[in-house]
């Protein structure tokens, strides 16, 4: 994602550019209000504006990353993101509820439709790594606390065909507020599940 020259590596494109920076092969990013990666499901919207750094994938990988980042409004979120099209994808992220708590895990839409399966965690926490492999059309997404010690958050299936993927970070600020965020140690590489 970055490349020896502290700059975006050219295999990648951003899906809406949010403002950032990089600084000793960090990415720095800030948010832009009232973005968002959903479809339909529950609430009826359609939100397709979240900003995405991504590649093209056409054979099974590996994805890791470490995000630090500082919430302020409900819902601010980062993590990683596995995209067909508008209606096709998987992102994983803790998103911001409260003072209290926030929830990690992942959306999984399929055919325009959303859904979200979550573990409640402490708002402290402000660091998680992420990791997603493929296996064709189906998907194992896991967090770690150290990049070391994996847990698995879901098996997940996207349902309809491709030849590529897009795959690479998100973030989004779907109130009308921005928030900051860090990715580093970035790894994409073959899939070893």
């Known amino acids: ?10 295999s990648y494109f951003w899906l809406n ?14 948010t832009s209000p009232n973005t968002d990666f959903w479809q339909k499901t529950y609430y009826g919207f359609e939100r397709d504006n979240g900003h995405c750094l991504l590649t093209k994938v056409i054979n099974d990988f590996s994805m890791t990353v470490n995000t630090e980042f500082y919430p302020k409004k409900q819902y601010d979120q980062c993590g990683l ?10 992102k994983t ?13 992942s959306v999984v839409t399929n055919l325009g439709y959303s859904d979200w399966a979550t573990i409640d965690i402490n708002s402290k926490i402000n660091n998680m ?35 590529e993927l897009n795959v690479g970070i998100y973030a989004c600020s779907p109130m009308d507020s921005t928030f900051d965020v860090v990715f580093d140690n970035y790894i994409l590489e073959k899939s070893k599940w």
Do not use: C
């Open 1 to 10: 994602m970055i490349d020896k020259n502290n700059k975006i590596d050219q």
């Open 17 to 30: 550019q949010p403002i950032y920076k990089i600084k000793n092969h960090r990415l720095y990013m800030s």
């Open 81 to 90: 993101m596995v995209r067909i099209d508008s209606e096709n994808w998987i």
């Open 93 to 105: 992220s803790v998103e911001y509820e409260t003072e209290n708590y926030s929830r990690l895990g």
């Open 129 to 163: 790594w992420y990791r997603i492999q493929s296996k064709k059309n189906d998907f194992i997404i896991e967090y770690s606390d150290d990049g070391i010690s994996w847990k698995q958050l879901r098996i997940a299936h996207l349902h309809s065909k491709f030849h």
